[in-house]
């Protein structure tokens, strides 16, 4: 193998539940040196005519170096083989809400892009999570007598917060309309007039933030307000706003509702489409146990995407868990018969996001995607992607 130590790409997957991984080193360049490679438990180590690189891993990560099998050379990306692994690294996800530890605390809202406070010292009785969305047609089969709760949507009183697929439920008393500073920062499409709210047609009801202009959330009614998590971040109002790059926090919000609707529901494709019912891309989860270990040693081939913060990391002992995804876009009606298949599949779960996220979730998914090596970019007409 011809290659140079200090510019050879090192890309580690491994399956934290099936203690495998895959290991991949780059192609090498034409004009390189031969390179030996050495695999041991805690360490990658390369040897060249110039010298020794030695990779370490994590602490947590352990290789069984005698468990190496189906080595191949892939044209375009490097040397591909695998082998037995032990990881036991934790995943790491921004906490949207800790349901447990900020009941009964007084709780303030922020807009996620800019840190302005969108509502001040809530303080929240019950976090409680909705129903699925077929729950009214369960009640009906299940129930000998009239619905009870026929013709009664599910709205939060003044100290709830209802939790949703992908948002959260806050009633929003008609006192609290008044222009007050707790509520200053978003711009209410509604008009106030003796003390009751008159809610416009549906294209105003979003919620602004206005010091940046992000569209927070929805009115749901007069009293009621729905905040998209990706929008949003809920705090101990003794604590101050935690500022977190955009790109890593949506990644970690879509990442915990993938999971946790896979988990509940046993749901594995997604629709991701905007507040206006328009699909933007669909997603089919492939695993939620992979740990991606990277390095490429010289830190002047690292790329980089200048519109979004790069959350892969140069450190050659890096590694960041991840789900593994297969997505297709939908923008500028690429893809149309595919999501009318999509639409009619009951199986296939919905995910509302307002549509300005929706691209900024394209974009962080070509990004990463554009990451891997060549050959795991692609599944038949599906991209793969390795999130955060």
């Given amino acids: 193998m011809a290659a140079t130590a200090a510019e050879t790409r090192i890309f580690l997957e491994v399956r934290r539940q099936l203690q495998s991984a895959l290991l991949i080193l780059g192609e090498p360049k034409e004009g390189g040196m031969p390179m030996d490679i050495s695999i041991m438990p805690s360490s990658l180590q390369m040897k060249t005519p110039e010298g020794c690189t030695e990779i370490q891993l994590p602490a947590e990560v352990r290789l069984v170096p ?11 990306d490097g ?13 790491k996800l921004i906490s949207m809400f800790n349901q447990s530890s900020q009941a009964q605390e007084c709780c303030t809202f922020y807009c996620q892009s800019c840190g302005e406070v969108i509502i001040k010292d809530r ?43 992908s948002f959260f439920l806050v009633n929003l008393r ?21 003390n009751h709210c008159k809610l416009e047609p549906k294209a105003n009801t979003k919620v602004i933030c206005k010091r940046c202009k992000v569209m927070l959330g929805e009115t749901v009614s007069s009293e009621t307000t729905k905040f998209y998590m990706t929008e949003i971040i809920i705090q101990s109002s003794e604590r101050s706003f935690p500022i977190i790059p955009r790109s890593r926090f949506v990644q970690s919000v879509i990442t915990q509702c993938l999971v946790q609707l896979s988990s509940a529901r046993s749901t594995f494709r997604f629709r991701i489409q905007g507040q206006d019912d328009k699909v933007y891309i669909l997603l089919w989860l492939l695993n939620s146990d992979s740990l991606v270990i990277e390095s490429l040693r010289n830190s002047k081939y690292i790329k980089t995407f ?16 991840a789900i593994k995804v297969l997505y297709q876009p939908c923008i500028k009606s690429r893809n149309e018969r595919l999501v009318s298949l999509w639409e009619s599949d009951i199986s296939v779960h919905p995910l509302t996001l307002p549509s300005a996220t929706c691209l900024e979730l394209l974009l962080i998914l070509s990004r990463s995607n554009a990451n891997l090596p060549s050959s795991l970019r692609h599944m038949n007409s599906f991209q793969s992607f390795l999130q955060m």
């Avoid at 005698?66 to 375009?76: D, E, N």
């Fill in 66 to 76: 005698s468990s190496c099998r189906g080595l191949q050379f892939v044209t375009g």
């Fill in 306 to 321: 200048p519109l979004l913060e790069d959350t892969l990391k140069a450190d050659s002992s890096s590694a960041w868990s």
């Fill in 123 to 165: 303080k929240l009785l019950r976090v409680l999570p909705l129903p699925s969305e077929n729950w009214e047609a369960l009640v009906g089969e299940w129930c000998c007598h009239p619905d009870p709760f026929a013709n009664k949507p599910l709205h939060p009183q003044e100290n709830d917060c209802f939790i949703g697929d």
């Fill in 79 to 91: 040397l591909h083989l695998r082998l037995q692994a032990q990881a036991e690294l934790g995943t």
């Fill in 174 to 194: 008609t006192s609290l309309w008044q222009p007050r500073p707790e509520l200053s920062p978003v711009e209410m499409c509604c008009v106030s007039s003796d």
